[in-house]
């Protein structure tokens, strides 16, 4: 069983940064982890993935060069750094682990097992 807790959301200006953390319970570190995002009236989207041993990240075109993520096994968290915000980066983001035995589509929300609560994100133009 995993609890994830996402922190750092917050209102700020476009080209401005922000770190979100996940801080999870129990043994994440043989899982992979991953961010989707979901803005108003529209379904959840996958963000980034980072593979267990943190060797292998994968990314959303529209992020790519602009966010971050990355984890610290050794305290169960997993972080997204966000650079050079944009206003259609506006959403709640959230935090996945774990995917499901057999499930390969690491960009799709069904994959994940364990989800976090979401952490509003909001860029102004």
């Known amino acids: 069983q995993v609890h994830a807790v996402e922190s750092g959301g917050g209102l700020v200006q476009a080209g401005d940064s922000l770190r979100l953390s996940c801080a999870a319970s129990?043994?994440?570190?043989?899982?992979?982890m991953a961010w989707f995002r979901q803005a108003p009236g529209k379904e959840r989207v996958f963000v980034a993935r980072?593979?267990?041993?943190?060797?292998?990240?994968d990314y959303v075109e529209s992020v790519k060069g602009r966010f971050t993520i990355s984890r610290d096994n050794a305290n169960n968290t997993v972080y997204l750094q966000m650079n050079s915000l944009k206003p259609e980066d506006t959403a709640v983001y959230y935090c996945?682990?774990?995917?499901?035995?057999?499930?390969?589509?690491?960009?799709?929300?069904?994959?994940?097992?364990?989800w976090g609560q979401g952490t509003q994100v909001t860029v102004s133009s």
């Open positions: 980072i593979s267990a041993s943190g060797v292998y990240t």
């Open positions: 129990g043994r994440t570190s043989s899982y992979a």
């Open positions: 996945a682990a774990a995917q499901k035995p057999g499930s390969s589509n690491w960009r799709s929300s069904g994959t994940y097992v364990y």
